[in-house]
C-alpha cells in the first residue's frame, strides 16, 4: 500500500527555534498534502492543505507566518514551526492524498519545546 | 458535512466481535461513511468506508441502516492490538476530483481486554 513518512519522528528543541518537519510520499506522489496537529487525549485538528507549486491553505485560527508550509515537489511537503514555544509543543501529523483521493498519513512528529 | 457522533469509549474482549456504533441522523445523499483508527502514538490508518450497502473488508465490516441515519463498524474478532480510537467520519467521497479536507471528531476510544 502507499506509504508516507515523517522526518523527524521526535524532536526536542529550545524555545525560540525554528523546527522544519518533512512529510513525504514514498511510492506515489501527491498532488495535495494536509498537516494535522494534536494535542494530548485529543483528536487530531487539521491545520492546513497544502497543495504542490501553490500557496497552503490555513484554517482558521492557525497563523500561517508561524506555521510555513512549503509543498515544493509532488512528493515532499514541509512544515516549519517557526520561533517555536512550549505551547507548540504536540504530535503533528501529515496526509497525503493519493489515488482515487484515498488518503494515506503518516505515522507523526512530536514535537517538545523546552 | 454531516455530524456524527460515537461513545467516548467502548471495552471488548479479546477474541469477541467489537461492535462501534456512529450515529450521522443529517447524513445527505451523496456522503459515505468512512472509518479510521488511530493507534496510541501513530498516524490514522483507514479501516473501511460505505455509501449505503454493507461493506466488509480484510480488517472489518461496515454495517449501514437502511435509512442511512447511522453505522456500525464490526471488528469480527478483536485482538489486543485493535486498541484505539475509532473515528467515524460523514461525507463527499473523497475521489480523485475531490481535494477536500477530513475532519475528525473525538472518536471512540476501542479497549480490547484480554
Known amino acids: 500500500g502507499a506509504v508516507v513518512s515523517q522526518h523527524p519522528s521526535r524532536v526536542i528543541c529550545k524555545s525560540g527555534t525554528s523546527v522544519k518537519i518533512e512529510c513525504r510520499s514514498l511510492?506515489?506522489?501527491?498532488?495535495?498534502m494536509f498537516w494535522y496537529r494534536q494535542f494530548p487525549k485529543q483528536s487530531l485538528m487539521l491545520m492546513a492543505t497544502?497543495?504542490?507549486?501553490?500557496?497552503?491553505?490555513?484554517e482558521q485560527g492557525v497563523e500561517k507566518d508561524k506555521f510555513l508550509i512549503n509543498h515544493a515537489s509532488l512528493t515532499l511537503s514541509t512544515l516549519t514551526v517557526t520561533s517555536a514555544h512550549p505551547e507548540d509543543s504536540s504530535f503533528y501529523i501529515c496526509s497525503a492524498r493519493g489515488g482515487g483521493g484515498a488518503r494515506y498519513f503518516g505515522p507523526g512528529t512530536r514535537l517538545t519545546v523546552l | 458535512d454531516a455530524k456524527t457522533t460515537q461513545p467516548t469509549s467502548m471495552d471488548c474482549a479479546e477474541g469477541r466481535a467489537a461492535n462501534l456504533p456512529c450515529n450521522h441522523s443529517t447524513i445527505s445523499g451523496n456522503e459515505y461513511v468512512y472509518w479510521y483508527r488511530q493507534i496510541h502514538s501513530q498516524g490514522p490508518q483507514y479501516i473501511i468506508h460505505?455509501?449505503?450497502n454493507n461493506e466488509t473488508n480484510e480488517m472489518a465490516s461496515l454495517i449501514i441502516t437502511e435509512d442511512r441515519k447511522s453505522s456500525t463498524l464490526i471488528l469480527p474478532h478483536a485482538t489486543l492490538r485493535d486498541t484505539a480510537v475509532y473515528y467515524c467520519i460523514v461525507r463527499v467521497a473523497l475521489g480523485s476530483s475531490n481535494t477536500g479536507k477530513l475532519i475528525f471528531g473525538q472518536g471512540t476510544t476501542l479497549q480490547v481486554k484480554p
Open positions: 511510492d506515489f506522489q501527491a498532488t495535495t
Open positions: 460505505g455509501l449505503k
Open positions: 497544502s497543495n504542490e507549486g501553490s500557496k497552503a491553505t490555513y
